[in-house]
């Protein structure tokens, strides 16, 4: 074979590893979650010795078992609130059941829980996306679990028969959250502005949806379209800072065609906070017939919404990008056919921003709990979550924002795939260049005869 010959298989192999990641779906279908690029691979341990730490600021990609119960560790100091997620990610074949999900919590050195947190499919009994949460919290209202050293983290699943036996790839997470400077409030409020918001009616805007937390579109305030196929979970995502109310609502569009029935619990809508916690939750039935659903008038962000027994209230507890995700039940292809269909958001953030808390020291990953200009530029160009991608087309996703969630979801850094497929185009013009002669001026440029590296 010559020279020339094995540059050009080594560029095609290169190329061919962006496009066919390994736990890539075909070309043309899209992964159902997009993992973190820099989540670092973590195997669970089957009990506390010799579990792998987490670090605070950091994602991890791990897996779990039906019915397995795995162990990780932090380390923790005296002074800050840490937030844990897990993110179950079944496959879209997977067949899940009412009572399948998964649990966290967070465990100190003798096995006493300092909080745990569950998420179930519940009446949908659709695989998706659902993440569960647990924190261990310090302050003046908290007893347990106050003192530094080594914490565990348990993830579990939950499992009831007739459910799939197959793994599910979690994405987990770990935040810090600073303590105050001062005393700060610990009576949550008992009373707000709960009369429904009335929804925008601008003109409608296509902005398309992500697959996950890590590439979630993000929204201002108005009227948002997108399409949905059955099965697919989209995730937008809106800055909210302190004293301020988000709400939303989903209409999902008329079908086409389909039989004269109707799927329960067919559109389902959640809203979750920026340590990944949901908060609440709202879903409609579908009959061929335009449906939509709301979300609950929600608290203003408030940092003593923390102290409140209420979920809907204690999630509103910081100010920063807030997750929406809609999912539409695979069940709605079998009466309705597999065309994508129509999806409306309208989306509010009343009120006017206050000053939050005084943290002292750094949240980890630093720009966790706040508004900053920059955030609401991103969501005024509809960028993404994972590398500020706005994609073209009025924030439409892009060639080149697809072929990045191609790299994501394989599982290798972005980073690397790019460095070794830009190499084999460096080694292309160094062995051009020695066929041509080391300086020669031809007058024609230096150009490969290859032409450029792909563009991304």
């Not at 340590?275 to 203003?300: F, N």
């Not at 460096?426 to 260049?433: D, E, F, K, Q, V």
Request: proline share 7%.
């Amino acid at each position: 074979m010559t020279r020339r010959g094995r540059v050009t298989l080594a560029a095609g192999a290169a190329l061919c590893v962006v496009t066919t990641l390994p736990g890539q779906a075909a070309a043309g279908t899209p992964s159902p979650y997009v993992f973190a690029d820099r989540a670092v691979p973590v195997e669970g341990a089957k009990n506390s010795m010799g579990s792998a730490r987490l670090t605070p600021g950091a994602t991890y990609k791990s897996s779990l078992a039906r019915g397995g119960k795995l162990y990780y560790q932090v380390q923790l100091d005296a002074r800050e609130t840490v937030y844990v997620s897990a993110t179950a990610v079944p496959g879209l074949d997977a067949k899940v059941v009412y009572g399948d999900g998964l649990e966290v919590s967070l465990q100190d050195a003798n096995g006493n829980n300092c909080n745990s947190g569950d998420a179930r499919f519940g009446t949908a009994q659709s695989p998706r996306p659902i993440t569960a949460w647990a924190v261990r919290e310090v302050g003046p209202a908290e007893n347990r679990c106050k003192v530094a050293g080594t914490y565990y983290v348990v993830v579990e699943r939950n499992s009831d028969p007739g459910s799939s036996t197959e793994t599910w790839d979690t994405e987990l997470r770990v935040v810090s959250e600073p303590g105050v400077a001062k005393s700060v409030p610990t009576t949550p409020p008992e009373s707000w502005n709960s009369a429904s918001p009335t929804p925008p009616t601008d003109a409608r805007k296509e902005r398309r949806g992500g697959t996950g937390f890590n590439d979630a579109r993000a929204l201002r305030p108005g009227v948002w379209g997108d399409r949905i196929e059955p099965g697919r979970t989209l995730f937008y995502r809106v800055p909210v800072d302190w004293g301020q109310q988000i709400s939303a609502s989903a209409e999902l569009g008329s079908a086409s065609g389909g039989r004269d029935e109707y799927v329960t619990s067919a559109l389902v809508m959640s809203l979750s906070n920026p340590v990944r916690a949901r908060i609440d939750d709202a879903e409609t039935a579908y009959d061929g017939q335009q449906k939509s659903t709301t979300l609950e008038p929600l608290a203003p962000v408030a940092y003593e919404n923390r102290y409140s027994p209420v979920d809907g209230v204690a999630g509103t507890r910081f100010a920063g990008w807030y997750y929406l995700s809609v999912h539409l039940n695979p069940k709605v292809a079998r009466q309705f056919g597999k065309e994508p269909l129509g999806l409306t958001l309208r989306v509010n953030v009343d009120g006017a921003a206050k000053a939050g808390p005084a943290y002292v020291g750094t949240a980890r990953p630093s720009d966790e709990f706040g508004v900053t200009g920059q955030d609401k530029d991103a969501a005024v160009r509809g960028d993404t979550s994972a590398g500020g991608e706005s994609g073209g087309g009025g924030g439409e996703g892009s060639g080149h924002a697809d072929g990045m969630r191609l790299v994501a979801a394989g599982g290798f850094g972005a980073g690397t795939l790019l460095l070794m497929v830009l190499g084999v185009w460096t080694l292309i013009g160094r062995r051009r260049a020695a066929a041509s002669g080391s300086g020669s001026a031809s007058g024609s440029g230096s150009g490969s005869p290859y032409g450029p590296p792909p563009a991304w």
